[in-house]
RNA sequence: CGGGGUGUGGCGCAGUUGGUAGCGCGCCUGGUUUGGGACCAGGAGGCCCAGAGUUCAAGUCUCUGCACUCCGACCA
């Protein structure tokens, strides 16, 4: 395609960090507000984000889970009871001191997730094993006092779902971890166009309570990777420092099994940074607000109008997210502008097509045109749709596998991330002191322990003792 | 929290040796156009980030803040 727009968005190429926030701001999903770290969601990047919560939502209703909504305000007393999730989130807690003109007795941290809410709840409302499961979701904005903040990827503020679920059994709930884990997945590959690593957390990187912690693990455009998705097996740890009890069948006192998941707005952040390109925004078909948009050639001749309502109306039946635009722009300036936005399909309309009973689509993936009778709009539109939708996944699993690479050495390591960046598939013992070492030498984190392992060795790629376990390394976002 | 960058109409920028603010885009009105960011005419819009200095005079010089942004460290 050819090179565009250049005096509005930064080449990738040059700076992808101001690439990524020209694009978001040209393209009008996000503005500025006067805080730093709080972002206002546009209409546009709105309605991504409902696309996705529509889709989730769906999903967890049919798994069983309901939605609730809990308080925005934590007691700092409540925050305390679990020790490690306290020492996890308390550096970026934001207080409320004082109501009204009163200063507090106890000062109330603003949510930075709502573990300890839930359990403070369950503690007083579950009671016997005819209560569990407990599969609660809420929708909800979080906040985290970040130091480096920027659009989607670090928000002070941000909006996500967080599931919170409540099991009799350790089996039961370290399958709803794994479960969750692959609903995630499902909505990156199927809807986002975006191929995971789904896997296990190293102790090091997992959640601040969790026993476990598994992830998806997305790689962007940049070859950097996006942490996309978490989900959380907590064992019974915080049931016991909540005193979370429940009378079995037996009715003996017992402590329940917990789980957490999150997947928040940084996926929007994640497709910008896996589908995008010079020309701006490119949207997965899927999740798209808008899957085509009908551009009307010379708007004053007479039937051009006429026919391009039609077409919208045939469209708009055939359920594709359609619209006309009709405003006195140049056509020139209309494609490049629903180009930057990302639209996945571009349907033009003037005179000439009329005259052949046709009209012309190009696709905003690869940039090819092609004409469509008008008597195979619906079904052709809808072909062009899934191939985009595919070719998409395609480019961004290419993407992934070209650039995950084996190593055996810290050396071959550094090489590879210094050469190439991406992923690197290496072996490791399994000792913190060995990951710290990935840190300071290669400037790598652990992103994940796969679950689809490989043997790229049979030593530690640090300390060369035997291991039988690969981690696929990166830098992370 | 460290390092860099930037603060002048909505956005991007000019602004000379200090002399009281301009350009492009966008926006509004009308008209002509329309197959890759059209053209003409008219118009609206500014406590020059803030505070304190220096000076007859500060967008410009000097301090001190603040904000945003990028890159690191830390985190979804």
Known sequence: MKEKNVEQITDMDVDFGQWFTDVVVRAE???????????????????????????????????????????????????????????????????????????????????????????DHWAQVVKSWRDLPLLYNQWCSVLRWEKSTRPFLRHREFLWQEGHTLHTTAEEALEETEQMLEVYAELYEDYLAMPVVKGRKTEREKFAGAERTYSVECMMHDKKALQSGTTHYFGDGFARAFNITYADKENKLSYPHQTSWGLSTRSIGGIIMTHGDNNGLSLPPRIAPIQAVIIPIATQKPGVLEKAEELNKRLKAANVRIKVDTSDRSPGWKFAEHEMKGIPLRIEIGPKDIENNQCVAARRDTGEKVSIPLNELETKVEELLEDIQKSLYNRAKENLINNTRPAKTLNEVKSIINEHGGFIEAMWCGSDACEVKMKEDAGVTSRCIPFEQKQVGDVCVVCKAPADTMVVWGVAY
């Open 29 to 119: 999903l996000i503005a500025y507000s006067g805080a730093k770290g709080f972002f206002i969601l546009r209409p546009y990047g709105y309605a991504i984000w409902e696309n996705m919560q529509n889709i989730l939502d769906k999903r967890f209703k049919e798994l069983g889970h309901e939605n609730v909504s809990m308080p925005l305000l934590i007691p700092e007393s409540l925050l305390q009871m679990e020790k490690d999730h306290v020492d996890g989130f308390a550096p970026e807690c934001a207080w409320v001191t004082v109501g009204g003109s009163e200063e507090l007795e106890e000062r109330l941290c603003i949510r930075p997730t709502s573990e300890v809410l839930f359990c």
